[in-house]
């Protein structure tokens, strides 16, 4: 077995967790690219909505320069307007698809090839048809799909809580499943990314999800989170660093999660990105630097690989 990562995957890191700042659009974006373009662990960068064209346009040039993959995360844009793709208002739903048309075409212009998304709230709580919430969700997804598709772009669901912080619809590994092949059968450019720091707060297994959704899954995000106290500061959905005091997610469980990942033959799909992505998902706390939190993902999965 050929030990270098860089033979089965390209390491990545969403850049607009570690810069959270940047998620509306603005702020220090080519600022914060100049140690990541420079560090060759990472071969490729998760960005998101990119306010000026000028600033987009750069952010592309400086990636092709330094050899970095883009990936597209369209999740701020749906977070911080409260959108929702499976709203049963079809005049909500509708502006959610419109927001996630316009990221696709920004995906476009700056090479990404998957653009990743979540579908919204629950709209689908006790008391409510969840049949009816799933085929709303199915019908956005295959417009955004279609769309994309025009321009030879994936699109990926990432799974969220269904109780603790983001409350969405689509967060049990069997559900996103479902609506994987419903999505499919129309429109096959879709696919799931699997979130090592969302599943412990869906009280699932992640080894056993990757296996559950191994022909479904096109992406995958390592990360921790904090479920079992609520008084931790990165208590919920917060990407605290691998290792954090009362957090869910250390080496152990990384390695459990690339070792699943081999077993269902992800390293050798044909997938939508130039390689296998396995990007890293983590968020500063206020006295954390981003240089730190860095560091903590090139250790933790160094030790985890040298497990795997």
């Known amino acids: 077995m050929n030990r270098s990562p860089e033979a089965y995957m390209h390491l990545g890191i969403v850049h607009f967790m570690l810069y959270p700042e940047v998620q509306s659009g603005n702020g220090p974006i080519l600022e914060s690219l ?7 662990f990472f071969q490729a960068l998760e960005i998101t909505h990119v306010a000026s064209d000028g600033v987009r346009a ?3 040039r ?10 597209y995360g369209a999740h701020p844009a749906l977070l911080q307007n ?16 419109e927001v996630m048309l316009r990221a696709v075409e920004e995906a476009h212009a ?6 990743g998304l979540l579908d919204g709230p629950n709209s689908a709580p006790d008391g409510v048809d969840p049949d009816l919430a799933i085929a709303r969700i199915v019908d956005s997804l295959r417009q955004i799909c279609h769309h994309a598709a025009r321009f030879g772009i994936w699109v990926a669901l990432e799974q969220f809580d269904r109780s603790v912080e983001k409350r969405s619809l689509l967060g049990p590994i069997d559900l996103c499943i479902r609506v994987s092949q419903m999505v499919r059968a129309d429109t096959p450019n879709f696919g799931l990314c699997l979130d090592l720091s969302h599943l412990p707060l869906l009280g699932e297994d992640p080894p056993e999800s990757v296996r559950r959704a191994s ?33 869910e997610n250390d080496v152990e469980e990384l390695t459990a999660f690339l070792q699943a990942l081999f077993d269902i033959g992800y390293f050798e799909k044909d997938l939508p990105t130039s390689m296998p992505m396995v990007s890293f998902e ?7 630097t981003a240089n730190e939190v860095i560091g903590n993902c090139k250790r933790a999965f160094g030790l985890a690989w040298a497990r795997v």
């Open 110 to 115: 700056v090479g990404a090839p998957v653009v």
């Open 62 to 71: 400086r990636a092709r320069t330094a050899r970095l993959s883009l990936g």
């Open 58 to 60: 750069e952010l592309a």
């Open 282 to 288: 983590m968020k500063p706390t206020s006295d954390q």
């Open 34 to 40: 100049g140690h990541l373009t420079a560090d060759g």
């Open 82 to 97: 409260n959108l929702d793709l499976s709203s049963a208002d079809s005049e909500v739903r509708q502006k959610a698809v």
């Open 215 to 247: 022909d479904h899954i096109i992406q995958a995000h390592v990360g921790n989170c904090v479920i079992g106290d609520r008084a931790h500061p990165q208590w919920g959905d917060q990407h605290p660093v691998f290792g954090e005091p009362g957090g």
